[in-house]
């Protein structure tokens, strides 16, 4: 059964720094596109970025530039690195993995950005 289970989140003010982690089992991760989302209240989940088995990274416009994700094979863990945060980015994130038969999403960390 895949599981994945996303920590990092939490409350900053604008301007700071948060790193979220995902860390997948059950799968097989290394071949898998990887993704992180956001879901803020009242709103749709979007997108923020993803990475390919490859390495091959792309990113939602509104966070380019100051997140970056990455992912470590040998911790079956996938990274979102995000910097000068601000209230827009205040949303639940959420951690998907694309298999080629299946779609799976974590439960959710909840970030926080105050002004």
């Known amino acids: 059964q895949v599981q994945l289970v996303e920590s990092g989140g939490g409350l900053v003010q604008v301007g700071e720094s948060l790193r979220l982690a995902c860390v997948a089992s059950?799968?097989?991760?290394?071949?898998?596109?990887m993704s992180w989302h956001r879901q803020a209240p009242g709103k749709q989940r979007e997108l923020v970025a993803s990475?390919?088995?490859?390495?091959?990274?792309n990113y939602a416009d509104f966070v380019k530039g100051r997140f970056t994700i990455s992912r470590d094979n040998a911790k079956n863990t996938v990274y979102l690195q995000m910097n000068s945060l601000k209230p827009e980015d205040t949303a639940v994130y959420y951690c998907?993995?694309?298999?080629?038969?299946?779609?799976?999403w974590g439960q959710g960390t909840q970030v926080t950005v105050s002004s």
């Open positions: 998907r993995e694309f298999t080629s038969t299946h779609i799976y």
């Open positions: 059950g799968s097989r991760f290394s071949i898998n596109t």
């Open positions: 990475i390919s088995s490859s390495g091959n990274t």
